[in-house]
């Protein structure tokens, strides 16, 4: 069967509103002043990882539910000025949205509306099929309607990854996408035991690579049952915000993966890439090239 897309992305599409605040917790007033102003735009998980394979040069397309609103717009407006595909299954309840909070060091806090879902929310299995089937790969979003479909994706034979981002290691909602997906990316922000927690998601589940991501102190990998620290990327410019980078760092691995690339290398594009998303600002969305991607992780090896 022809495998007309490389990466099929499912879930986590919808729309962000960005406040820059003096400071994270953000303490009790009754009234802020946000001299930089509350910006909306396109792009959470989903959307960023989808602009991230494309800009590596991978053929993506997307597949989300969108609700007939303004919120949605912008998402289909983001995919369309990007040459992303997107099919897009209507959702009465609304686009998904979100409030990010980013505090001077980049960090932020995320508020998301879980109202913009339904309980019985199911991709149609024929388009789920379809697509899957025209994927050499399927990166999986922990969202609802992702976690109905996983059987479905399993039994097509693609291979799949998904992102658990700040699960603490013990939380049954997120067990079937650890534990079903080939290459499973999570961060240590919430794990008490970052080593025995993607041990247990090797031993339990089918996991050929298991990458948590550690911010500023840069990664750990499991592959082939050895557990290594992959060292920070130098970032090309001034840290301005961390949003979106573990959606490059999986989008670049991924790119590694795809290319033929082992897994510490694969883990090294990774690290270029969240760290050129964090020069990124939030209300952008952009991505790191294949050249610039490609000649940082040269200059990384001949000065390592």
């Known amino acids: ?41 396109a792009g959470q998980t989903g959307d960023f990882v989808a602009l991230g394979l494309t800009a590596l040069g991978l053929r993506t397309h997307h597949l989300d539910f969108l609700g007939d609103d303004p919120e949605g717009d912008l998402v289909r407006a983001l995919h369309e000025d990007r040459g992303i595909a997107l099919t897009a299954v209507p959702q009465p309840a609304g686009t998904k949205r ?11 806090l995320s508020l998301y509306d879980t109202s913009r879902a339904r309980p019985d929310d199911r991709f149609p ?45 013990e939380n049954p909602y997120h067990e079937p996408f650890a534990h079903t997906a080939d290459v499973v990316f999570l961060s240590t922000a919430a794990l008490a035991e970052p080593e025995r ?19 500023a102190e ?10 290594t620290h992959v060292p920070p990327a130098t970032p090309p410019a001034p840290v301005v915000d961390s949003n979106g980078a573990g959606d490059a760092f999986a989008a670049a691995f991924l790119h590694g993966r795809l290319t033929g690339e082992p897994p510490h290398r694969c883990a090294e594009y990774g690290a270029i890439a969240g760290a050129y998303a ?4 939030s209300t952008e969305a952009d991505a ?6 490609l000649a940082r992780a040269a200059r990384g090896s001949r000065t390592a």
């Open 98 to 108: 979100a409030v990010n909070l980013v505090g001077p060091d980049g960090r932020r």
């Open 197 to 215: 927690t993607m041990r247990l998601i090797v031993e339990r589940g089918r996991a050929e690579t298991v990458v948590a991501t550690a911010g």
């Open 278 to 281: 964090c020069t990124v600002p």
């Open 1 to 41: 069967m022809s495998r007309d897309i490389d990466v099929l992305v499912l879930g986590g599409a919808g729309v962000d509103t960005i406040v820059h605040v003096p400071e994270l917790p953000l303490p009790y007033a009754d009234s802020y002043l946000i001299d930089s102003g509350v910006r909306t735009r």
């Open 288 to 293: 790191i090239g294949v050249a610039d991607l």
């Open 125 to 169: 299995e024929d388009t789920l099929r379809t697509l899957a089937a025209a994927s050499r790969h399927v990166h999986v979003s922990v969202t609802h309607p992702c976690a109905h479909a996983l059987p479905t994706l399993r039994e097509t034979g693609v291979t799949l990854s998904t992102d658990l981002h700040n699960w603490d290691g």
């Open 218 to 227: 840069g990664a750990y990998l499991l592959a082939d049952g050895e557990l």
